[in-house]
């Protein structure tokens, strides 16, 4: 089983940053993909990032792209979403999810299929 966990919501201004953390643990081997997702009140779930293992492949969302950079480092399983110029359309809460799924479908299908985190609340002030 895979523990998923992040970090780094807060409050911020409009034109702001905040830097996202997620750290997947236990039964980590196999896992080919990391990534967001959010969900804001009264809105359904949007697909925010993603980014594959070798940290070859990297994929965004529509309404982030430009503005949000999702990263790996050398610590195992562990992805950073660095969000820029942020909005307050932009709040949300903000899931990570990793998955060991490759089956040739939609990134944020196979990342759905994987193991969630609790989220982290962004608030973003006008």
């Known amino acids: 089983q895979v523990q998923v966990v992040e970090s780094g919501g807060g409050l911020v201004q409009a034109g702001g940053s905040l830097r996202l953390s997620c750290a997947a643990s236990?039964?980590?081997?196999?896992?080919?993909?990391m990534g967001w997702f959010r969900q804001a009140p009264g809105k359904e779930r949007e697909f925010v990032a993603a980014i594959h293992v070798s940290r070859t492949y990297t994929y965004y969302g529509d309404s982030v792209k430009g503005r949000f950079t999702i990263s790996r480092d050398n610590a195992p399983n562990t992805v950073y979403l660095q969000m820029n110029s942020l909005k307050p359309e932009d709040t949300a809460i903000y899931y990570c999810?990793?998955?060991?799924?490759?089956?040739?479908?939609?990134?944020?299908?196979?990342?759905?299929?994987?193991?969630w985190g609790q989220g982290t609340q962004v608030t973003v002030s006008s």
């Open positions: 236990g039964d980590t081997y196999g896992i080919l993909f």
């Open positions: 999810a990793a998955t060991k799924t490759n089956i040739g479908a939609p990134i944020e299908t196979m990342l759905s299929r994987g193991s």
